[in-house]
């Protein structure tokens, strides 16, 4: 037997024209005509792309090779830092409280729920064992009735996110026959437990209709209540937290449009809060008394702010200032409790709640001390109530969970994480630093080392970025990069344009036409890092997925020799073909966020500007490692294999390039909780490798 060699993929030439500009395509074919069907049945993928994929696995399983004892270190190591038999706190709502929990050996949690001042516990879902014999399974949802009789859960088989929801009988603990495919996983219950709101997908994999489904009735009587028709926007359901009002949401990325269904009156006619205006989002929440809360950017709020209005004129016009907008604070979430709101905000990049008095508007706020941490508001399902949870995490100190009496100002700590295998935060430094951008911003950067880590450029350092959909990575304790820590890796979170770090501004100053602004802050982080000493140029690694792999293939096209090696997670790098395609899932609800080059030559030639697959040249690039599924609906298989592909064809040098596609999973990866380290081992493997340490 001869040993794998590199697979190149056949160059089968598609050329098109955008805008006067010719598009010249060599790898086009590995996009499969049939995906609707492929992400739904795998099997039905064409012979000639799987045999092309299974030979990319076969080449990166060969050169890892020498690496699977080091993997099998990591895998063991990570998985002791996990508390095997762990449970989350229970969550107290009327007679019972609800929780999740882990068996020891378990990939997937059951669904408990005892008495609420405790007594046997009644196991209401076991995904464990759901899961058995399946490649991949993931529970999308379960969400028991208001009378606590019934349990509406979903699960995803395949990756694709086509989940399928059924009911059970939490007496009998059967299912009672109700299954509806095609769906978003998630309910929303009628007040009287008898029936409920859900989003179908279609074969485009949108969310374009919700229905009301009644128990014990075939889905084919399932009665439509909405129907979006525009596709370039995601619809979904909910309910406001005093339990009053079905939620209907239409949005994209900078515009929502809310409809309200009284619980008690499932099937009626849904009620506009306001008619969606370009660029204004809202979401709501009411107070059980006629008032409903609104949070948005309307009127210029650009940090978002919190307005009011009758529920029976809930129009754009009614709406009242209650905290008005201050530049700099960014509002995040809001909860409405029995008298008072509950808010979740960030300002100085750095998270906190505050908590306000409806009637006299009194505030206060829940303070923390560490220089870079992560805050999280855990919603409870009860309305009248004086107690909020909250979860705390700093790089260096594991999660907590506390409960927080609002009348005393207590705080009660309910849950530490458990590192069974030993965790000593005095033995780690964690920092925060701003790197100098080169149009004047400064970039905040997380920092986590071990105390003896030489700060004197010889440490190797893994750099994580992501930077769009204003999402904001926290500053979090991860069990699992402490293995990279621990071998004298410093890791570090580039808060990078595109989230919302430093406030709504940062996020519009990383979008649309001004995208590049993520990759080249990017790059100065890494600059700065080396500058400073926590690392030297070449011994970075670089990591990011999804969209955060769309900036890990922009920055090995713009500064290859910064980077020691790159890991692409699930890369968005074929940018400009996949928006310029609109019967992909994603494609008509992505155009606010980079831009339609359909309709527009100027986004056109923008986006080919620096979309990963066009941009890669003839030159020397660092080692890559790619990963993908062959399930994803998000970040389709055929974009990092089509990256690659060029990649193997025109880059000059002879460092490693691979990619891993889970044939068995879509764009979350392995679906069990040891199945996913699998995965993680293999990336630090790759890291460790290829700055010398394996």
Same mark, same amino acid.
């Given at each position: 037997?001869?040993?794998?060699?590199?697979?190149?993929?056949?160059?089968?030439?598609?050329?098109?024209?955008?805008?006067?500009?010719?598009?010249?395509?060599?790898?086009?074919?590995?996009?499969?005509?049939?995906?609707?069907?492929?992400?739904?049945?795998?099997?039905?993928?064409?012979?000639?792309?799987?045999?092309?994929?299974d030979a990319e696995n076969i080449w990166c399983d060969a050169f890892m090779k020498e690496t699977e004892a080091l993997q099998e270190t990591l895998l063991k190591e990570m998985r002791g830092r996990i508390k095997e038999d762990d449970s989350s706190v229970p969550s107290p709502d009327g007679p019972y409280a609800y929780a999740s929990r882990y068996l020891e050996g378990a990939q997937h949690p059951r669904v408990v729920r005892t008495l609420r001042d405790g007594g046997p516990e009644q196991v209401l879902l076991d995904a464990d064992a759901l899961a058995r014999g399946k490649a991949y399974f993931h529970l999308g949802g379960a969400q028991h009735?208001?009378?606590?009789?019934?349990?509406?859960?979903?699960?995803?088989?395949?990756?694709? $996110?086509?989940?399928?929801?059924?009911?059970?009988?939490?007496?009998?603990?059967?299912?009672?026959?109700?299954?509806?495919?095609?769906?978003?996983?998630?309910?929303?219950?009628?007040?009287?437990?008898?029936?409920?709101?859900?989003?179908?997908?279609?074969?485009?994999?949108?969310?374009?209709?919700?229905?009301?489904?009644?128990?014990?009735?075939?889905?084919?009587?399932?009665?439509?209540?909405?129907?979006?028709?525009?596709?370039?926007?995601?619809?979904?359901?909910?309910?406001?937290?005093? +339990?009053?009002?079905?939620?209907?949401?239409?949005?994209?990325?900078?515009?929502?449009?809310?409809?309200?269904?009284?619980?008690?009156?499932?099937?009626?006619?849904?009620?506009?809060?306001?008619?969606?205006?370009?660029?204004?989002?809202?979401?709501?929440?009411?107070?059980?008394?006629?008032? *409903?809360?609104?949070?948005?950017?309307?009127?210029?709020?650009?940090?978002?702010?919190?307005?009011?209005?009758?529920?029976?004129?809930?129009?754009?016009?009614?709406?009242?200032?209650?905290?008005?907008?201050?530049?700099?604070?960014?509002?995040?979430?809001?909860?409405?409790?029995?008298?008072?709101?509950?808010?979740?905000?960030?300002?100085? +990049?750095?998270?906190?709640?505050?908590?306000?008095?409806? %009637?006299?508007?009194?505030?206060?706020?829940?303070?923390?001390?560490?220089?870079?941490?992560?805050?999280?508001?855990?919603?409870?399902?009860?309305?009248?109530?004086?107690?909020?949870?909250?979860?705390?995490?700093?790089?260096?100190t594991p999660s907590q969970v506390y409960d927080y009496d609002i009348n005393t100002r207590d705080r009660l700590l309910r849950k530490t994480q458990e590192v069974p295998s030993g965790h000593e935060p005095s033995d780690y430094v964690t920092r925060r630093v701003m790197a100098p951008a080169a149009d004047g911003e400064t970039v905040p950067v997380s920092l986590l080392y071990r105390k003896d880590t030489p700060l004197?450029?010889?440490?190797?350092?893994?750099?994580?970025?992501?930077?769009?959909? #204003?999402?904001?990575?926290?500053?979090?304790?991860?069990?699992?990069?402490?293995?990279?820590?621990?071998?004298?890796?410093?890791?570090?979170?580039?808060?990078?344009?595109?989230?919302?770090?430093?406030?709504?501004?940062?996020?519009?100053?990383?979008?649309?036409?001004?995208?590049?602004?993520? &990759?080249?802050? &990017?790059?100065?982080?890494?600059?700065?890092?080396?500058?400073?000493?926590?690392?030297?140029?070449?011994?970075?690694?670089?990591?990011?997925?999804?969209? #955060?792999?769309?900036?890990?293939?922009?920055?090995?096209?713009?500064?290859?020799?910064?980077? +020691?090696?790159?890991?692409?997670?699930?890369?968005?790098?074929?940018?400009?073909?996949?928006?310029?395609?609109?019967?992909?899932?994603?494609?008509?609800?992505?155009?606010?966020?980079?831009?339609?080059?359909?309709?527009?030559? $100027?986004?056109?030639?923008?986006?080919?500007?620096?979309?990963?697959?066009?941009?890669?040249?003839? %030159?020397?690039?660092?080692?890559?490692?790619?990963?993908?599924?062959?399930?994803?609906?998000?970040?389709?298989?055929? $974009?990092?294999?089509?990256?690659?592909?060029?990649?193997?064809?025109?880059?000059?040098?002879?460092?490693?390039?691979?990619?891993?596609?889970?044939?068995?999973?879509?764009?979350?990866?392995?679906?069990?909780?040891?199945?996913?380290?699998?995965?993680?081992?293999?990336?630090?493997?790759?890291? *460790?490798?290829?700055?010398? %340490?394996?």
């Amino acid at each position: 037997m001869t040993s794998p060699t590199p697979p190149r993929a056949e160059k089968r030439t598609v050329t098109s024209e955008r805008h006067g500009v010719q598009l010249v395509d060599d790898y086009a074919w590995l996009r499969a005509d049939n995906w609707q069907e492929v992400i739904r049945e795998p099997g039905k993928l064409a012979a000639d792309i799987r045999a092309h994929l299974d030979a990319e696995n076969i080449w990166c399983d060969a050169f890892m090779k020498e690496t699977e004892a080091l993997q099998e270190t990591l895998l063991k190591e990570m998985r002791g830092r996990i508390k095997e038999d762990d449970s989350s706190v229970p969550s107290p709502d009327g007679p019972y409280a609800y929780a999740s929990r882990y068996l020891e050996g378990a990939q997937h949690p059951r669904v408990v729920r005892t008495l609420r001042d405790g007594g046997p516990e009644q196991v209401l879902l076991d995904a464990d064992a759901l899961a058995r014999g399946k490649a991949y399974f993931h529970l999308g949802g379960a969400q028991h009735s208001p009378d606590h009789k019934l349990m509406a859960w979903s699960f995803d088989d395949n990756g694709s $996110e086509y989940h399928t929801i059924k009911v059970r009988d939490l007496g009998t603990g059967d299912d009672i026959g109700d299954e509806i495919a095609s769906t978003a996983g998630g309910v929303a219950w009628a007040a009287d437990g008898k029936s409920f709101l859900y989003t179908w997908l279609n074969d485009n994999h949108r969310a374009e209709k919700v229905f009301l489904h009644v128990i014990g009735t075939p889905t084919t009587d399932d009665v439509l209540i909405y129907q979006e028709s525009d596709p370039g926007f995601f619809t979904g359901v909910g309910k406001t937290q005093s +339990g009053r009002f079905l939620v209907i949401d239409s949005h994209d990325h900078e515009t929502s449009e809310v409809r309200l269904i009284p619980a008690s009156d499932p099937g009626a006619a849904p009620i506009l809060v306001a008619a969606r205006d370009p660029k204004v989002e809202y979401s709501v929440d009411d107070d059980g008394d006629g008032v *409903l809360y609104i949070l948005t950017n309307a009127d210029d709020a650009e940090d978002f702010k919190i307005m009011s209005a009758p529920i029976a004129t809930p129009g754009r016009e009614h709406w009242r200032d209650v905290v008005a907008h201050r530049q700099g604070r960014l509002i995040l979430s809001m909860t409405i409790l029995k008298g008072r709101m509950i808010r979740l905000e960030r300002e100085g +990049g750095l998270p906190r709640i505050v908590v306000r008095e409806l %009637k006299s508007g009194e505030e206060h706020a829940i303070d923390f001390a560490e220089e870079a941490y992560s805050l999280g508001l855990s919603g409870g399902y009860e309305f009248d109530t004086s107690v909020i949870r909250f979860s705390y995490s700093s790089l260096t100190t594991p999660s907590q969970v506390y409960d927080y009496d609002i009348n005393t100002r207590d705080r009660l700590l309910r849950k530490t994480q458990e590192v069974p295998s030993g965790h000593e935060p005095s033995d780690y430094v964690t920092r925060r630093v701003m790197a100098p951008a080169a149009d004047g911003e400064t970039v905040p950067v997380s920092l986590l080392y071990r105390k003896d880590t030489p700060l004197d450029g010889s440490a190797p350092l893994l750099l994580y970025g992501y930077g769009a959909y #204003g999402i904001t990575i926290p500053a979090s304790f991860s069990t699992t990069v402490l293995s990279l820590v621990d071998r004298g890796f410093v890791y570090a979170i580039a808060h990078i344009r595109g989230g919302k770090d430093k406030g709504y501004y940062w996020y519009k100053d990383g979008k649309r036409e001004k995208k590049t602004n993520t &990759f080249t802050d &990017f790059v100065a982080a890494g600059d700065y890092l080396a500058a400073e000493g926590f690392t030297g140029r070449g011994k970075i690694v670089a990591m990011g997925g999804s969209a #955060g792999g769309m900036l890990m293939g922009a920055v090995a096209n713009m500064a290859p020799d910064l980077f +020691g090696g790159v890991v692409a997670i699930v890369p968005f790098v074929d940018v400009l073909n996949t928006m310029l395609d609109d019967t992909l899932p994603l494609t008509p609800p992505e155009w606010p966020e980079w831009g339609n080059p359909i309709e527009s030559e $100027e986004e056109f030639r923008r986006i080919l500007s620096y979309s990963p697959y066009e941009n890669v040249e003839a %030159k020397a690039y660092p080692p890559i490692l790619a990963i993908a599924g062959l399930t994803d609906p998000r970040v389709t298989y055929w $974009e990092p294999a089509k990256w690659v592909a060029r990649l193997r064809e025109l880059k000059t040098d002879d460092n490693p390039l691979l990619l891993q596609i889970n044939m068995d999973a879509g764009h979350g990866g392995a679906s069990g909780r040891f199945d996913a380290l699998k995965e993680y081992a293999l990336r630090y493997a790759f890291a *460790l490798k290829v700055m010398g %340490k394996a």
